[in-house]
């Protein structure tokens, strides 16, 4: 059963890049044909799906953040590293990683506890 575990920042300040680091274990991030997503949500609101990295390494980002968001990963740890850049207050939310079969989808399949990052000065 795969497992998905999130580790964070915490704390981060305004105009400062946002990086997670998403760890896998009981499966490969590069194997079978999965997206691997990283999702938020900020207090009081929906969940907003952010990004992906799929099995061949190619990747997709909401449209809306398309310019500030990246996604990397790193085979040999069986870990993928979703940032954000230049973030706002805004961007303070629990952010999860997560695994499934459907692109942009904000009820994956399997998906990390998630961790509370706070953007302020």
């Known amino acids: 059963q795969v497992q998905l575990q999130e580790s964070g920042p915490g704390l981060v300040k305004p105009s400062q890049t946002l990086s997670l680091t998403c760890t896998v274990s009981g499966g490969s991030i590069t194997t079978n044909y999965y997206y691997w997503s990283w999702i938020r949500q900020p207090p009081g609101k929906g969940k907003e799906w952010m990004g992906a990295?799929?099995?061949?390494?190619?990747?997709y980002y909401r449209p809306s953040l398309k310019s500030r968001t990246s996604i990397s990963r790193d085979p040999s740890k069986n870990q993928f590293t979703p940032q954000l850049r230049s973030v706002t207050p805004g961007a303070t939310a629990v952010y999860s990683c997560?695994?499934?079969?459907?692109?942009?989808?904000?009820?994956?399949?399997?998906w990390g506890q998630g961790t509370q990052v706070t953007v302020s000065s």
């Open positions: 997560a695994r499934d079969i459907v692109l942009g989808t904000t009820k994956p399949a399997a």
């Open positions: 990295i799929d099995v061949s390494g190619s990747t």
